[in-house]
């Protein structure tokens, strides 16, 4: 992964691992920033890749009553 970063989401999909956000210091800005990015690492050729960004927000809904 090009930074690192915790508290990212994570999928396996064949041999591509794509990862999700995350938290952590973001070009010596704040420590407790938030990554925007999403990526995919190829297992098989042993590379990372940017994918476009996310146009979706995580959002945390309340349970409904």
């Given amino acids: ?5 915790g ?3 994570t999928a396996g999909v064949g041999a591509r691992i794509y990862t999700f956000g995350g938290e952590g ?9 938030v990554f925007a990015e999403t ?12 994918l ?3 146009r979706c927000r995580a959002t945390a809904q309340p349970p409904s009553p």
């Avoid at 990526?39 to 940017?50: H, I, K, L, Q, S």
């Fill in 7 to 9: 508290g990212i989401a």
């Fill in 1 to 5: 992964m090009p930074n690192a970063r």
């Fill in 39 to 50: 990526g995919a690492y190829d297992t098989v050729r042993d590379r990372w890749r940017r």
């Fill in 25 to 33: 210091e973001r070009d010596d800005a704040d420590p407790n920033g």
């Fill in 52 to 54: 476009p960004r996310c």
